[in-house]
T-cell receptor, first 112, second 113 residues
């Protein structure tokens, strides 16, 4: 069965610093992976998705993620954090039944 | 286009009361989903509907019922609310195809006293 694990329920960075949010997946088939962002009091918004076309995936707002099969990872990065990046981030994988399986979420705080 | 809309935005119920959460989409996609979000648990699927006229249970269906009224609307009903159902509820619409990218509504924050 497919699953994802997000390492760290809370990450804090300074404005301008590198953002690294970790996601590891478990899947018996080639996975389709997603990162979603949730700003306070809003619904989830798709940041980017991996569909096997390229291992480095670029998303909105300067975020990108790299699929590493050998490490079963799909970590989310951004070179320079902005205050507006403060939000909760969810990694997700498509199950064999076609449904999204979400990780527990990582809350990102950005300090001035 | 509004995308995915949910009503109400907030609701407070007493234990045992019933209510229906409404979800509507103007994206013309077949798949619709109801999730609940609880701190530290991510989003958990309650029910989903692959197409008009069909519904299936997700991970946490107990205490809920759903109706897929037509292609646009998918409602979630709590027949007898319990404090354990205090949560934020999200409706989502799935894009047809193998990747099943989903678009989410703004959520309904429900408190059961």
């Amino acid at each position: 069965a497919q699953s994802v694990t997000q390492l760290g329920s809370h990450v804090s960075v300074s404005e301008g610093a590198l953002v690294l949010l970790r996601c590891n997946y478990s899947s018996s088939v080639p996975p389709y992976l997603f990162w979603y962002v949730q700003y306070p009091n809003q619904g989830l918004q798709l940041l980017l998705k991996y569909t096997s076309a390229a291992t480095l995936v670029k998303g909105i707002n300067g975020f990108e993620a790299e699929f590493k099969k050998s490490e079963t990872s799909f970590h989310l990065t951004k070179p320079s954090a902005h205050m507006s990046d403060a939000a909760e981030y969810f990694c997700a994988v498509i199950s064999q039944g076609g449904k999204l399986i979400f990780g527990q979420g990582t809350e990102l705080s950005v300090k001035p | 286009n509004a995308g995915v809309t949910q009503t109400p935005k907030f609701q407070v119920l007493k234990t045992g009361q019933s209510m229906t959460l409404q979800c509507a989409q103007d994206m013309n996609h077949n798949s619709m989903y109801w999730y609940r979000q609880d701190p530290g648990m991510g989003l958990r699927l309650i029910y989903y509907s692959a197409s008009e006229g069909t519904t299936d249970k997700g991970e946490v269906p107990n205490g809920y019922n759903v109706s897929r009224l037509n292609k646009r609307e998918f409602s979630l009903r709590l027949e007898s609310a319990a404090p354990s159902q205090t949560s934020v509820y999200f409706c989502a619409v799935g894009v047809s195809g193998i990747y099943n990218e989903q678009f989410f509504g703004p959520g309904t924050r429900l408190t059961v006293l």
